[in-house]
């Protein structure tokens, strides 16, 4: 598998936990350590995965609302062999998010080490 389908393989498990709110596929595309941050909210929100895992995971999933999935892959770039950077975009309810996600490669995987995004409303 090359490194793109590496990156691309991640992002599909990520897009499946947020449509699924789906806490053992957050597990497989973070990295244990990885942030989650948005300068949306004052102050600065930031969140470890211990916190963010459950709140998905308490969110009504858009899977059993029968929404429309709507994941996009904007862009993937690589710094090097082990770090990759992606530009997403999901929607969850009437919200539409830019997710900035870098990425690592480690051991036999590419893990999100760092997600920072921003809400797009819908009138935008």
């Given at each position: 598998?090359?490194d793109?389908?590496?990156?691309?393989?991640?992002?599909?498990?990520?897009?499946?936990?947020?449509?699924?709110?789906?806490?053992?596929?957050?597990?497989?595309?973070?990295?244990?350590?990885?942030?989650?941050?948005?300068?949306?909210?004052?102050?600065?929100?930031?969140?470890?995965?211990?916190?963010?895992?459950?709140?998905?995971?308490?969110?009504?999933?858009?899977?059993?609302?029968?929404?429309?999935?709507?994941?996009?892959v904007?862009?993937?770039?690589?710094?090097?062999e082990?770090?990759?950077?992606?530009?997403?975009?999901?929607?969850?309810?009437?919200?539409?998010?830019?997710?900035?996600?870098?990425?690592?490669?480690?051991?036999?995987?590419?893990?999100?080490?760092?997600?920072?995004?921003?809400?797009?409303?819908?009138?935008?």
């Amino acid at each position: 598998m090359s490194d793109f389908d590496g990156v691309i393989e991640t992002l599909n498990i990520y897009f499946d936990a947020l449509y699924y709110c789906d806490r053992d596929k957050l597990a497989v595309a973070f990295h244990p350590q990885a942030i989650y941050a948005t300068a949306d909210e004052t102050p600065l929100l930031y969140r470890t995965m211990g916190e963010y895992f459950p709140i998905v995971a308490a969110r009504e999933s858009g899977a059993s609302r029968g929404e429309v999935r709507r994941d996009i892959v904007d862009g993937i770039e690589f710094a090097g062999e082990n770090t990759a950077f992606a530009r997403v975009r999901c929607s969850i309810e009437q919200r539409s998010f830019v997710d900035l996600l870098t990425l690592v490669h480690e051991a036999t995987r590419w893990r999100i080490i760092a997600k920072v995004f921003q809400v797009i409303e819908s009138n935008q």
